[in-house]
Structures are given as C-alpha cells and as structure tokens.
C-alpha cells in the first residue's frame, strides 16, 4: 500500500529539538573521553619524570601531578586541620603545615597525610611536627577547592589547631601575611621527613572513566536514533488510492 510523507509542524520541531539535544550529548560524552584520555597522557607523563626541585631560582613554573622536592622548614604555628576527609570509610582531616622553601622566598602548603577524627568531633588531634630543616618529597596537586553549597563560608572551623571545611589559599594568605604557591605538596608515602608519625598518605589516584563516558555517548546517540525512528514512523501516512464515482 503506498504512503506519503505528511510530518505535522509541531512534530518536525519537537523531534529535531529532542535529536539535537541527544546528539549534542553524545559527542560531549564523546569529546570528554577524549579529554580523560590526554588528562591521562599528561599525568603519565609528569609521574614519570625527574623530581622538581623547588630550591631552584627562580621558581620553577610548577604543574599538578608534578614529582617534586623541597628543602627547608615548616611552619608550625600555621599548621591547620581540612575537615571531612573519607579514608577507608572512615573520616578524619588532612594535615596541611606551611613549609619555608630555603634559598628562596616561597612557601608552600603540605599535604602531610591523613588523620582520623576522634569520638568528638571538634576533640582535634594534635600532630607533632619536625621543625628541623629538612628535605621533602612529594607530588604537586591541586587543593581542594570551595564547594558551591557552602556559601561564603570561609573562616576556621575551630582555632586550636584551626579547622577549615576547604582549602582557601586567599583566605589563608590574607590570615597569615604572606604568599604561598598556587600547589600543595603532598607528601610521598615513602617520606622519611617523619618516619614515626601517624599519618596516612593514600592519596586518591586520577581514574579516566572512559567505559563509562563512552557507555553514555552510545546511550544518547541510541536516544537520537529512536527519535529519528519515532518522527519517521509517525510521518508516513497510508495513500488515499480511492476515487469517488457519481
């Protein structure tokens, strides 16, 4: 039986505002395995080189996931707590101490690891520190920034040791008055700077996820197909092939 092609207006923009839409989300899925996949490249490729030295003059231009070492002192009575920290399901803080560069006019802040958080909440503990000078190794990361839900929260949870939600470092250079670097250090499991303290360094690893973004490209490209199937479907109409007789 033969058929003719009558889509309604209304349909042909609905169908071609929803293939659009799912279209549009599956190359962004497509295009974000491809960035996780240089992200990866380019952290492979920093892990694998030579170690940084922050002693160097002028200070060298510093990156995330960047291997790194740093001779000089901390700054003990800076020392702060971040809150909310997740280890083995457990919750606790990061250690985060001020750490004086030698030879230099840089300070940068150091991730000294994990510690878990008391009965009582605000009972903080109370993490010693090697004051000498020392050398430091570590890898270069990104602090964790200010979550959207907080709002202008901004000022130390407690003040003995203090305790942040999140990591400001323009909050933080305003409190103590001086610059720090845009990277925290986190310190290298492996670190002899305090071979007896209690911190644990088991830091999240970078995980490029591309099974998953490339399951939801295949997901939306799926949706734009049976959108394509459904205004077809529906736009085919059966011919009139009857005639009137007197």
């Not at 990061?94 to 991730?111: A, G, S």
């Not at 890898?139 to 203090?162: H, Q």
Request: hydrophobic share 40%.
């Amino acid at each position: 039986m033969p058929y003719t092609f009558k889509p309604t207006f209304s349909l042909s923009v609905f169908c071609l505002i929803l293939f659009g839409v799912f279209l549009s989300l599956g190359i962004w899925q497509v295009n974000r395995v491809e960035e996780k996949e240089l992200q990866q490249h380019v952290i492979d490729q920093r892990t694998e080189q030579h170690p940084l030295s922050l002693n160097q003059s002028p200070t060298p231009d510093i990156l995330p996931y960047t291997k790194a070492t740093a001779t000089g002192k901390y700054r003990e009575s800076e020392q702060f707590l971040l809150d909310n920290i997740i280890q083995n399901g457990k919750p606790g803080f990061y250690v985060i101490t001020p750490f004086e560069i030698e030879d230099t006019d840089d300070v940068i802040l150091v991730n000294r690891g994990w510690v878990a958080q008391q009965k009582v909440r605000l009972d903080l503990p109370k993490v010693t520190i090697n004051s000498s000078n020392q050398t430091l190794h570590g890898t270069l990361a990104k602090p964790r920034s200010k979550p959207v839900i907080l709002g202008n929260i901004d000022s130390p949870i407690s003040d003995t040791p203090p305790l942040w939600y999140y990591m400001d470092a323009e909050h933080f250079e305003k409190t103590v008055g001086y610059s720090i670097l845009p990277l925290i250090l986190r310190l290298a499991s492996t670190s002899t700077a305090n071979p007896d303290s209690p911190l644990i360094r088991q830091w999240p690893k970078f995980e490029a996820k591309t099974g998953m973004h490339i399951g939801y490209a295949i997901q939306w490209f799926v949706f734009a197909l049976f959108v394509l199937i459904a205004f077809f479907g529906t736009s085919f109409k059966k011919k009139n092939t009857g005639s009137e007789h007197d």
